[in-house]
């Protein structure tokens, strides 16, 4: 089943603990990208990926640090979280940038 | 930047009746895609549309998109309680950056 999957679903965390959440498709997809939202502000670009090894910023990339070693995989990493990042992450996935997007379930952070 | 705007914001409305939403921009869209995000989940594509003046019907909703490619509508005809959703249309440039804006937020009550 062609699916994108992130992991946790669930997290709560405390301030400066450094997280990982990761995605993963097996659509063979070149494009990755990494969203926040949020209420009243729908949902905003953090990192996005053309390709494995390039990476670029979103709208609001500042706490975030994203990596792309192979074509499948692009984790979204929180290295010091703070409250402000409380918000619930969706990864997606497409042939490009101007194709079907498919994302995941969601990943809903809670920093304390 | 692409300034995106989807109007309206909010909107809640009886089984059965019709509604519109629309999503406009102050560029030209290469393309454009409307998806439907439902509560706890991901959004999801229901249709692009390329060609400026382009209509297609997916059963209920019909899509529209302006002659210019600035601007597009979404049509429901009787609306069902399946159609609530967040309703977002993105846009892309060339290098890979996509903005989603608010959305508009849709009810639809039995």
């Known amino acids: 089943e062609a699916q994108v999957t992130q992991n946790p679903r669930y997290l709560i965390t405390v301030t400066g603990k450094k997280l990982t959440v990761t995605c993963s498709q097996n659509m063979n997809h070149e494009y990755m990208s990494w969203y926040r939202q949020d209420p009243g502000l729908g949902l905003r670009q953090i990192y996005y990926s053309m390709n494995v090894e390039v990476t670029d910023k979103g709208d609001v990339p500042e706490g975030y640090k994203v990596s792309r070693k192979e074509k499948r995989n692009f984790p979204l990493i929180l290295e010091s979280p703070s409250p402000n990042q409380t918000s619930l992450y969706f990864c997606a996935s497409s042939f490009s940038n101007f194709g079907e997007l498919f994302f995941g379930e969601g990943s809903r952070l809670t920093v304390l | 930047t692409q300034l995106l705007e989807q109007s309206p914001q909010f909107l809640s409305i009886q089984e059965g009746e019709n509604l519109t939403v629309y999503c406009n921009s102050s560029?030209?869209?290469?393309?454009l895609q409307w998806y439907r995000q439902e509560p706890g989940e991901g959004p999801v594509l229901l249709v692009t549309v390329v060609t400026g003046g382009e209509v297609k019907k997916l059963k209920r909703l019909t899509f529209q998109f302006g002659d210019a490619r600035k601007d597009s509508s979404l049509h429901i005809t009787a609306a069902q309680p399946g159609d609530t959703g967040l309703y977002l249309c993105p846009s892309t440039d060339s290098w890979g950056k996509l903005q989603f804006g608010a959305g508009t937020q849709v009810v639809v009550t039995p």
């Open positions: 560029s030209v869209f290469s393309s």
